[in-house]
């Protein structure tokens, strides 16, 4: 009886091989290109949303106002009654020679007419808003979306106000005496944002100097 193996052609089974070693060497690029290509992708993201949160950002704060890299120079709070979240929201710092000069905060106003409506609050180091702007609501078309700047200027009348212009009682929709327009039909979201933003200026007061001295945590 003859062993079949050994009767094999060596220049077959050498065949095998380099067709099974190229075969190897594609698999191992196809796997680098895909690596590279998702590592390249995350990093265009990664910097997309920088962009992004600094042309928010800057809507709110003057660029030459500040000299840090207010992109890194972030720390996370949370408080449910003032900020609306129990999750750490984003609060950004702006510092000039290491003073403070203003933050961005972001707050959760829980009780619009359709849920959350999420903002973002620039405000003075000394308490003065600078700017609010909407991230994310699902108000109604046409009735609640006004708070948005490209449907309407109302997100504007909270610049410059502060905890004591106008005093608190008239932080309110003027139908319930207060100084912020409401919407024609459409109360319930406004008089959210109000209360939201005021809520914010209130946290920003009690913490102040902590939102401004504790150590930047890694941007979300
Ligand atoms: C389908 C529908 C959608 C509405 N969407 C909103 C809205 O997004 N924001 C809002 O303030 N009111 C909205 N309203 C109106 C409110 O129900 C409410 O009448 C209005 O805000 C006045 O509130 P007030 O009675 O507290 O002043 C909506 C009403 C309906 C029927």
């Not at 052609?9 to 065949?15: A, G, T």
Request: hydrophobic fraction near 40%; charge should be neutral; proline fraction near 4%.
């Amino acid at each position: 009886m003859t062993d079949q193996s050994t009767n094999k052609d060596p220049s077959l089974l050498r065949s095998a091989l380099v067709a099974a070693g190229v075969l190897a060497l594609f698999g191992m690029i196809g796997v680098g290109l895909v690596a590279s290509i998702a590592s390249g992708t995350a990093k265009r993201i990664a910097e997309n949303e920088r962009l992004a949160t600094l042309r928010n950002l800057h809507e709110l704060i003057d660029e030459d106002t500040y000299d840090n890299d207010i992109f890194t120079d972030v720390t996370n709070v949370a408080d449910l009654q003032l900020l609306g979240s129990r999750d750490p929201l984003p609060v950004y710092r702006a510092r000039r020679e290491g003073g403070p000069v203003a933050l961005v905060m972001t707050a959760i106003a829980p009780d619009g007419y359709n849920g959350r409506i999420k903002l973002l609050i620039g405000i003075d180091y000394s308490g003065t808003v600078r700017g609010v702007r909407v991230l994310d609501h699902h108000e109604t078309p046409g009735l609640g979306d006004g708070i948005e700047l490209e449907k309407s200027n109302w997100i504007l009348g909270f610049v410059d106000k502060s905890l004591t212009s106008p005093v608190k009682a008239k932080w309110a929709v003027r139908k319930d005496g207060g100084i912020f327009d409401q919407f024609t039909g459409a109360t319930i979201t406004p008089r959210a944002v109000v209360k939201a933003v005021r809520h914010a200026l209130e946290y920003y007061e009690l913490r102040r100097d902590q939102l401004f001295t504790v150590n930047p945590e890694i941007a979300k």
